[in-house]
């Protein structure tokens, strides 16, 4: 597939989770390049990230989320829109901070949709 510049990152562990959201960026009209935690490619010409959560041992720490967010967006300098089912993460102000969008699970698929839209066009002016 040749890029259109429209490349969003998904960071998942779930892989039903990425397949998921690949097929709904796919029919966006998105380059999506899914991918497990473990598994962070180059930072190579990303528009927007989009990010579950890692697992937490010991629980749900907000420095730990936080830090999390802001190595994605230092890492590939573009948006994060990160996608949780954790309410704790959903409403944590200091997440928020870091990152562009906090989006719980079960996701609306098209705020969804738009919210990665928004996050593409600031990161990519028209």
């Known amino acids: ?4 510049g429209k ?5 998942e562990d779930d ?15 998105f ?3 899914c991918v497990d935690h ?11 990230i989009v990010s579950d ?18 190595e994605l967006q230092t ?3 573009a948006p994060l829109i990160v996608v949780t089912g954790r309410m704790e993460a959903a409403r944590d102000s200091e997440l928020r901070r870091a990152s562009a969008h906090v989006v719980t699970k079960p ?13 593409d066009r600031r990161r990519r002016p028209r």
């Open 38 to 48: 473990d598994a962070l490619p180059e930072a190579d010409g990303f528009s927007t």
């Open 31 to 33: 380059e999506p390049v």
């Open 107 to 119: 996701i609306d698929v098209d705020a969804f949709v738009e919210r990665v839209r928004n996050a």
């Open 7 to 11: 490349r969003v990152l998904v960071v």
């Open 75 to 77: 890492r590939y300098r």
């Open 1 to 4: 597939m040749q890029s259109n």
């Open 53 to 70: 959560l890692p697992e937490a041992r010991g629980g749900y720490s907000s420095e730990r989320m936080s830090m999390w967010a802001r």
């Open 15 to 29: 892989a039903d989770s990425r397949k998921l959201f690949e097929e709904i960026l796919l029919d966006a009209e």
